[in-house]
Each structure stands twice: as C-alpha cells, then as structure tokens.
C-alpha cells in the first residue's frame, strides 16, 4: 500500500507493508512526472499499524527536508 505526499512541488511515496510485528513504511521520492522512476531515501519506519508506521516516516521525511534546506 502507498500514500502519495506533496511537499513544496516535490512528490513522495509512503509504501507500507505488514510484517510479523506491525507494519513497515518506506519513503521514496517520484523523480518524474509519469510516476515511473523513484529514488530511495533511506527512510524507514516502523508502527504496531499501518497509520502509525506512516505517520512515523512522515515525521522522518519532514525532519530530513528541513535540514537539507
């Protein structure tokens, strides 16, 4: 599952996925308009749900762009 997030024109992907202990979350930046190539940024989260593991890389994906304005 993913959720797309805008930030100042930039877009990114929060993909999640369940695992034995809760659910996992990954950032990845779309790097074109049609969607099709991505870029990894390293963060990861984790959460006891979906919602939780999001809002935790979230928080990450903030944190990261503030410094490296």
């Known amino acids: 599952m993913a ?3 805008l ?5 990114f992907w929060i993909v999640s996925e ?3 202990k809760g659910w996992s979350a990954t ?11 991505t870029r990894e940024l ?3 989260a984790k959460g ?3 919602g939780a593991a999001d809002e935790a890389a979230r928080g990450q994906l903030q944190r990261h762009l503030r410094t490296i304005r």
Not at 27 to 37: A, I, K, W
């Open 3 to 5: 959720s797309e997030v």
């Open 7 to 11: 930030v100042a024109g930039r877009k």
């Open 18 to 20: 369940p695992g034995s």
């Open 27 to 37: 950032v990845l930046e779309v790097l074109d308009g049609r969607d099709m190539q």
């Open 42 to 44: 390293g963060i990861h």
């Open 48 to 50: 006891e749900t979906r």
